[in-house]
């Protein structure tokens, strides 16, 4: 909410004329707008009008139309950085149960140097700056690095101390980073750091839920294997970043579609979340389905839910709304121009309709910026060392849709 009413005049009219580039002028001259305007209000205001006029995604337009677009979108986003001085981001809701009440966001893909960590790092200090408690994990247990992105060479604690019950909890080995968000970082030093054992990671993922913050942020390493599926899949918001070049988004595509078979695998599994009846028959089927090497496993969800019809129809329904609910977000990353992301976001999006019934939100495209790629060897983040840079209004945007 604004303090309108308690602002010496001018500073109540830097504030109308703001809310005028996100809003409207006719919002200006309503008093009870003002007071009652909401951060998320600002934040999805500021992602729509970034839309619009940010001239890297009009970059067709003439060179005049262009020039018009960057000076509206310069004060569009000096007035969002005007109302979010004057306002906190509102406090979450409270626990449940004595269970922590968190969003948690993964950040996965298939193949490595696609730019997870960097994401997951300016994703991170960016949420810390508009107050909301982050924590970020580095889960990239066979190359961890994230904590480069955060300007810290070294670290006191990492993850293996947590594996090794030389900590007892989470907390005890996180770390404040100076730019905001704290971190747990991974070890990738220690022979056989990446291939944790299954009882360590029901640890893990229990403890991960268990963490006292408003965001929980995963860094996830760059393959399919079970424990980066499993921990892509405790996420509310999943994210799978891919680039351009074909390898690399028929892996997206792959990671989506292991997702998904894990996420039906494990639906009985010990660490499932769902309450559900552990229906043996079902269980047995669904493992024929999608593991079998004895030529029964079918070749699309669709046909998977139409044999559970067949032979668990109770259990039909249930597994079209777990299917129904498996939403990955799209990010393509390292483009050259916007358009460029458009066939291969389609290509992923028919696949992912037509063979897994699901549909795959394109959710953003990040043109290449050679700050972005400097990042590690800064050691600052890019959000912090440009604020009102490129990767700043990208991800701007993404909080804008999750927060």
Known sequence: MLPINDLPSP??????????????????KDKQFLMNLRFDTVKAAFAEKAKRYHPDLHSQESPEMVERRKD???????SYEILKNYMLPEAKAPSV????????????????????????????????QVGYRTVLIDLDLGGANLHLYLGETTLPYTLSDFLSQRTAKLEEIMVTTKYGPKLIGGDSSRLGAANIDFVLKLKLLRSIRMIDADFVILDLGGDTSYNVIDFFLLADHGFVLTTCDPTSYLEAYNFIKVSLLRKLNRLFGVESTLGVEKDPLLKELIEEITLSKNGKRVKT????????????????????????KFRPLLLINMVESI???????????????????IHVEHSGTLLYQPEIKWSARDLMPVVVKSPGGYLSTFITQLIANIA
């Not at 358009?339 to 019934?357: G, N, Y």
């Open 72 to 78: 509206r979108f310069i004060m569009v986003r000096e």
């Open 11 to 28: 500073e109540a009219n830097k504030i109308r004329i703001a809310c005028a580039y996100l809003f409207s002028p006719e919002h200006t």
């Open 301 to 324: 969800i669709d046909q998977l839910i139409e044999r559970v019809g067949r032979e668990c129809p109770r259990h039909q329904s249930f597994i079209r709304d777990v299917v129904s």
């Open 339 to 357: 358009s460029d992301a458009i066939a291969p976001a389609k290509r992923i999006q028919e696949v992912a309709r037509k063979m897994l019934s």
């Open 97 to 128: 149960g004595g269970k922590p009440r968190h969003t948690i966001i993964a950040v996965g893909g298939a193949k490595g140097g696609i730019g997870k960590s960097i994401l997951s790092a300016n994703l991170a200090v960016s949420l810390s």
